[in-house]
Structure formats: C-alpha cells, structure tokens
Nanobody, 123 residues
Framework: QVQLVESGGGLVQAGGSLRLSCAAS????????MGWYRQAPEKQRELVAA???????NYADSVKGRFTISRDNAENTVYLQMETLKPEDTAVYYC?????????????????WGQGTLVTVSS
C-alpha cells in the first residue's frame, strides 16, 4: 500500500502565496504521475495540476501562470507553489498519485489519494 501525506494548507489573504507538499510512502516501486486536485463546496473535484515522472506538466486554465507544480522523484514528493491566490481558489486540495507498487514478488498498478488539505483565501 501507498500513503500520501499532505501539508501546507491554511488561510491566506487574496494575493498571497502558499506552498503545498505531498509525500508518498509505502511499498512503492515507481510513481509515474503525481498531481493536485481541488474541490470547492458544492462543486465537483477538478484537476489543478499534474506532473509526470519525466517532468511534463499540465495545468488547469484557471491557475496557469499562478501555480507551479514540481516533484522530487528521489523523495517521492510533489509540491504545488501557489501565487497570487484568489478567493475562488478556496477549496480542499487533494494529492493524487499513480504508479506501481510491489511486495517484493509481484508488481501492481496503484492509484492513491491524500486526505486533503484546506486552502482558504480571504478577500
């Protein structure tokens, strides 16, 4: 099994910055894609940003130019640097990872979600 532990959420004023971190641990053989999703009250969960093992990134149009995703493959950690935050960025942010796990004998594809971290942007 793989666990994702997120940190870095909190309350910030509009125009401010926050940095989210997500560390994966467990029976990891390789993590392929890592990313961040968010869910605001009464809205569906949406992709914020994702990054492949090779560093290819993908961003939601609403965050392009303001958010930057990065990862440390050696530490199985992904980061989301959020700048110029807006009240509409308020949501619970979830880390997501897709990869391969192993028990030392077999290898299996695996997808896992973090528990979520709340980001609140005040106007």
């Amino acid at each position: 099994q793989v666990q994702l532990v997120e940190s870095g959420g909190g309350l910030v004023q509009a125009g401010g910055s926050l940095r989210l971190s997500c560390a994966a641990s467990g029976s990891i053989f390789r993590i392929n894609s890592m990313g961040w999703y968010r869910q605001a009250p009464e809205k569906q969960r949406e992709l914020v940003a994702a990054i492949t093992r090779g560093g290819t990134t993908n961003y939601a149009d609403s965050v392009k130019g303001r958010f930057t995703i990065s990862r440390d493959n050696a530490e199985n950690t992904v980061y989301l640097q959020m700048e110029t935050l807006k009240p509409e960025d308020t949501a619970v942010y979830y880390c997501h990872a897709v990869g391969v796990v192993t028990n030392g004998i077999s290898y299996n594809n695996h997808e896992v979600w973090g528990q979520g971290t709340l980001v609140t942007v005040s106007s």
